[in-house]
Nanobody, 127 residues
């Protein structure tokens, strides 16, 4: 069973930075799709970035392009989301998510189904 454990949220002023981490366990393959989603207060959940292991495809939402960077430490089985130049509108609960291993990386986009979810970590950006 795939498990995802997030950490790294917190409160920061506008313009600041945070790094979220997601420790992944349970995959037997090296090719799978992961993503970060967020749910702002009073709004629907939205995709932030999707990432196919091996770095073959990475897609950022327009709202975070140029400010957020996803990376993957294979040795530590950890996915990171570096968030810079944070804005109050980035305030949300952030979730790490992953797809089933049998999907491979062919359906790696936040518009498709994700099967495993972390518990979420809160990011609050004050103006």
């Amino acid at each position: 069973q795939v498990q995802l454990v997030e950490s790294g949220g917190g409160s920061v002023q506008a313009g600041g930075s945070l790094r979220l981490s997601c420790v992944v366990s349970g995959y037997t393959s090296s090719r799978y799709c992961m993503a970060w989603f967020r749910k702002p207060p009073g709004k629907e959940r939205e995709g932030v970035v999707s990432f196919a292991t091996g770095g073959t495809s990475t897609y950022y939402a327009d709202a975070v392009k140029g400010r957020f960077t996803i990376s993957h430490d294979v040795a530590k089985n950890t996915l990171y989301l570096e968030m810079d130049s944070l804005k109050p509108e980035d305030t949300a609960m952030y979730y790490c998510a992953a797809q089933r291993e049998e999907y491979g990386i062919d359906w790696c986009s936040t518009i498709y189904e994700f099967n495993y979810w972390g518990q979420g970590t809160q990011v609050t950006v004050s103006s």
